[in-house]
């Protein structure tokens, strides 16, 4: 998939990875990069194309869809983390959570699959994270989210294919963005997550594992459970 020439649509764009996200799709090339987000006017990028976004209002999901008609990658990159805890926590904030993460991504593709469809084909790129294979207390809404949108990533992946359009999982960890600005752990550039997230894009890679941390995270999922979680709570 030819990033030059192409049209993409990045949810979540004013802030963080997203931001990178279109303003590197707007300098390799893109022709037009649509950024969407709940607040457009917050998006101040140059050269790109705001549009008022809520993925979890199919309303708006399906006016982008035809706003961004001409579109032929789709980042799912839009998140949002509660910290809600599963017991305890406010179960909006836990349906909050899912809604973003799992549903938002399926109903952007869904909208999004016959766009790609009719230009051609194109590539999906679901923005994922290490903790959709490891589950943490404080992160448990957000793990569910992304496991659940790990499994529709793989399984779109599939229903896809036969309609020219590649589907490509990006696995980080902690990035140096807001949203997680009060954890203190080492974190990623996400300018350089992504880059390394539309590298894999353009080669059509299934799966892109961008950081230490989770490349760490994946070869210990062979371990049994107690020793794994063991190993991450010391």
């Known amino acids: 998939m030819d990033i030059k020439g192409s049209v993409a649509l990045v949810t979540g764009a004013n802030r963080g990875l997203g931001r990178h ?21 917050s998006v101040d990028l140059p050269g790109v194309v705001p549009v008022r976004l809520d993925i979890t209002d199919l309303d708006q999901v399906a006016a982008a869809a035809r706003i961004a008609g001409d579109a032929t990658i789709v980042i799912n990159n839009a998140g949002v983390l509660t910290h809600a805890d599963f017991i305890t ?27 790609l469809e009719a230009n051609g084909g194109g ?18 809404a957000y793990s569910a989210g992304k496991a659940a949108e790990w499994a529709l990533t793989n399984v779109t992946r599939q229903e896809l294919a036969p ?20 954890i203190d752990s ?19 890679a299934w799966e892109v594992i961008a950081d230490e941390t989770t490349r760490q995270i994946k070869s210990a999922l062979s371990a049994p459970s107690d020793e794994l979680y063991a190993s991450l709570s010391g």
């Open 21 to 41: 996200l279109a303003e590197q799709l707007v300098q390799r090339g893109a022709t037009t990069v649509y950024a969407g987000a709940r607040d457009h006017s």
């Open 123 to 140: 590539a999906i790129l679901n923005v994922l994270s290490g903790l959709s294979w490891v589950h943490l207390p404080g992160f448990g």
């Open 163 to 182: 309609r020219r359009i590649t589907v490509t999982g990006l696995h980080v960890g902690y990035m140096d963005t807001d949203m997680i600005a009060d």
């Open 89 to 115: 926590g406010d179960p909006a904030d836990i349906r909050r959570e899912l809604d973003v993460h799992f549903y938002g991504a399926l109903w952007m593709t869904r909208a999004f699959a016959p766009v």
């Open 186 to 204: 080492p974190k990623a550039n996400p300018a350089l997550i992504a880059a390394v997230a539309l590298d894999g894009l353009e080669q059509g």
